[in-house]
């Protein structure tokens, strides 16, 4: 089989410890493998994206000496292809409009829900269009089904979407295509076969399975890295200022992320070449060492 990994940065900032870690993974998976590595710029999320920050991501990569195969996908590009993706499960039934807004869905929880947690969709639009003069968002139907898959990190998986979340936005209400539609059409027309990303977007693999399935893609593997998190259980990338990367020496934060990663760099490396570190971490990358790790706080390994 091909290995076609890739990187996702979205463009909201410098990338850090955090997004160096999940960085390094999926490049050594994919060149552990014989495989080629991509990089996809996603900048769909257009009022979170801070201006020059892609290219300011993209040079950090280079100055870490990883090598992409091919140019630089951007999200802001592909409109087409996700809407012509919606307009196909529009047609086939499998994703319907919908006029609720976040707040009336919100208000009609009955249970606290957790930081970060989606509200449940109550399926009120369904079976007909509630408000059909107001905005609509597109909803993806999802079935009452466990959504079972393994990851090659955190192991067995299974979801019940209907549980989760129920039926999901594809496009939302102001138009943004949605980050799992665009995700899964762009892993497709790509060609990737394996993503190797944070642990924070395993309860979107089954959103990404189903739609797959939906659309007629091959189902992709999948391996979620263990986050990167400060002394107060906090993601790196939201502690202001954390985790910020020294340009000046990236053979050390590369030996670090690949301690974090569990691959147990020989000390000496650590004064070594880019390349000859690379080439270690090629030659010895082992991603078993990370089964079943959640998170884990850098400055405590
Ligand atoms: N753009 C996402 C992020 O920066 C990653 C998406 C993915 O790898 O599927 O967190």
Same mark, same amino acid.
């Given at each position: 089989?091909?290995?076609?990994?890739?990187?996702?940065?979205?463009?909201?900032?410098?990338?850090?410890?955090?997004?160096?870690?999940?960085?390094?993974?999926?490049?050594?998976?994919?060149?552990?493998?014989?495989?080629?590595?991509? *990089?996809?710029?996603?900048?769909?999320?257009?009022?979170? *994206?801070?201006?020059?920050?892609?290219?300011?991501?993209?040079?950090?990569?280079?100055?870490?000496?990883?090598?992409? +195969?091919?140019?630089? #996908?951007?999200?802001?590009?592909?409109?087409?292809?996700?809407?012509?993706?919606? +307009?196909?499960?529009?047609?086939?039934?499998?994703?319907?409009?919908?006029?609720?807004?976040?707040?009336?869905?919100?208000?009609?929880?009955?249970?606290?829900?957790?930081?970060?947690?989606?509200?449940?969709?109550?399926?009120?639009?369904?079976?007909?269009?509630?408000?059909?003069?107001?905005?609509?968002?597109?909803?993806?139907?999802?079935?009452?089904?466990?959504?079972?898959?393994?990851?090659?990190?955190?192991?067995? *998986?299974?979801?019940?979407?209907?549980?989760?979340?129920?039926?999901?936005?594809?496009?939302?209400?102001?138009?943004?295509?949605?980050?799992?539609?665009?995700?899964?059409?762009?892993?497709?027309?790509?060609?990737?076969?394996?993503?190797?990303?944070?642990?924070?977007?395993?309860?979107?693999?089954?959103?990404?399975?189903?739609?797959?399935?939906?659309?007629?893609?091959?189902?992709?593997?999948?391996?979620?890295?263990?986050?990167?998190?400060?002394?107060?259980?906090?993601?790196?990338?939201?502690?202001?200022?954390?985790?910020?990367?020294? #340009?000046?020496?990236?053979?050390?934060?590369?030996?670090?992320?690949?301690?974090?990663?569990?691959?147990?760099?020989? #000390?000496?490396?650590?004064?070594?070449?880019?390349?000859?570190?690379?080439?270690?971490?090629?030659?010895?990358?082992?991603?078993?060492?990370?089964?079943?790790?959640?998170?884990?706080?850098?400055?405590?390994?």
């Amino acid at each position: 089989m091909i290995y076609r990994g890739r990187f996702a940065p979205s463009p909201t900032g410098p990338l850090h410890f955090g997004s160096l870690v999940t960085a390094v993974a999926s490049y050594l998976e994919a060149r552990a493998a014989g495989g080629q590595w991509l *990089v996809r710029v996603e900048d769909l999320d257009t009022p979170r *994206v801070v201006p020059g920050s892609a290219d300011q991501i993209l040079s950090t990569l280079e100055d870490f000496g990883f090598e992409w +195969a091919g140019p630089v #996908l951007y999200q802001s590009t592909r409109n087409a292809a996700y809407e012509s993706a919606i +307009a196909r499960l529009l047609s086939s039934g499998q994703a319907f409009p919908c006029s609720c807004s976040r707040s009336e869905i919100e208000a009609a929880q009955s249970h606290v829900r957790l930081p970060g947690e989606d509200a449940h969709y109550p399926g009120w639009c369904r079976n007909g269009v509630r408000e059909p003069n107001r905005a609509l968002a597109i909803r993806f139907r999802v079935e009452e089904e466990a959504v079972e898959f393994e990851d090659r990190i955190q192991g067995q *998986v299974s979801i019940d979407l209907t549980t989760e979340g129920g039926d999901f936005v594809i496009r939302r209400r102001d138009g943004l295509i949605a980050y799992q539609l665009a995700v899964v059409v762009d892993d497709h027309d790509q060609g990737i076969s394996h993503v190797v990303r944070g642990v924070d977007l395993l309860n979107s693999t089954p959103r990404q399975l189903v739609l797959q399935r939906a659309l007629g893609f091959e189902h992709l593997e999948y391996a979620h890295v263990p986050l990167v998190i400060d002394r107060n259980k906090m993601k790196l990338s939201k502690s202001a200022g954390a985790g910020a990367l020294d #340009l000046q020496r990236p053979t050390h934060d590369l030996w670090r992320a690949l301690r974090f990663l569990r691959q147990s760099p020989p #000390l000496e490396l650590r004064l070594s070449g880019l390349s000859t570190l690379w080439e270690w971490a090629i030659q010895n990358w082992q991603v078993h060492s990370l089964r079943g790790l959640r998170e884990a706080c850098e400055e405590m390994l």
